[in-house]
C-alpha cells in the first residue's frame, strides 16, 4: 500500500537520492525545515520502507575491468514453483545486480557484470544446461558504455486536486 506524499516527503527523497550522505542540517535546509522535524521525517520514511537503504554507487569500471550484460531470459515453464526456483537462483548470483520479470517475448530482463565474455557464457551456460531451472534461452546484448546509469528515480508531484 501507497502512503501519501507530500511536497516536503518528496524534496526529502529527491534529496536523498542524489546525496545519501547529507547532513541532517544540510538536508533540513535545502527542503524548508528545522533540523528536528526533518529528521522526524527522514526516520518514518525509513521506517515505513519508502528509504530501503544507504549504499555507495560504486564506478566499478575503475576497480576492476568488467563487462555488463543485459540478458532477456526466457523459461519453459510458467508456473509458479518455476519462476520461484528461477528467481532464487538469480538473487543468489553475485553477477545478477537488477533483475525485472517483464512482459512480453521474454519472462525477465538481468543486468549482469561478470569479469569478460568467457564468465558470463559460462554462467548462462549452466543455465541452460540445469534441467531444474528450465530456461529455454537466453539472448545477450553486450553494453558498449553507458549513457545514464544509476541515476535517481524521478519522483512526480502529488496532484493537489486529489488530495
Do not use: H
Not at 63 to 79: D, M, N, P, T, Y
Not at 104 to 116: E, R
Amino acid at each position: 500500500m501507497r502512503r501519501k506524499l507530500d511536497q516536503i516527503d518528496l524534496r526529502i527523497l529527491r534529496e536523498l537520492q542524489t546525496d545519501g550522505r547529507i547532513t541532517n542540517q544540510a538536508l533540513s535546509e535545502k527542503v524548508g525545515l528545522s533540523p528536528r522535524p526533518c529528521l522526524e521525517r527522514v526516520r518514518r520514511l525509513e521506517k515505513d520502507g519508502l528509504i530501503q537503504r544507504y549504499q555507495a554507487v560504486l564506478d566499478i569500471r575503475r576497480v576492476q575491468s568488467c563487462i555488463f550484460v543485459l540478458a532477456e531470459i526466457a523459461l519453459e515453464r510458467q508456473g509458479r514453483d518455476a519462476r520461484q526456483l528461477f528467481e532464487r537462483r538469480l538473487r543468489n548470483t553475485p553477477e545478477v545486480v537488477e533483475c525485472w520479470e517483464v512482459s512480453g517475448t521474454f519472462d525477465y530482463i538481468a543486468k549482469l557484470v561478470c569479469a569478460d565474455l568467457d564468465a558470463y557464457q559460462d554462467l548462462t551456460q549452466a543455465w541452460i544446461d540445469d534441467p531444474e531451472l528450465g530456461v529455454a534461452r537466453v539472448q545477450s546484448n553486450v553494453v558498449l558504455r553507458p549513457v545514464r546509469d544509476a541515476a535517481p528515480f524521478p519522483l512526480f508531484a502529488a496532484d493537489p486536486s486529489k488530495a
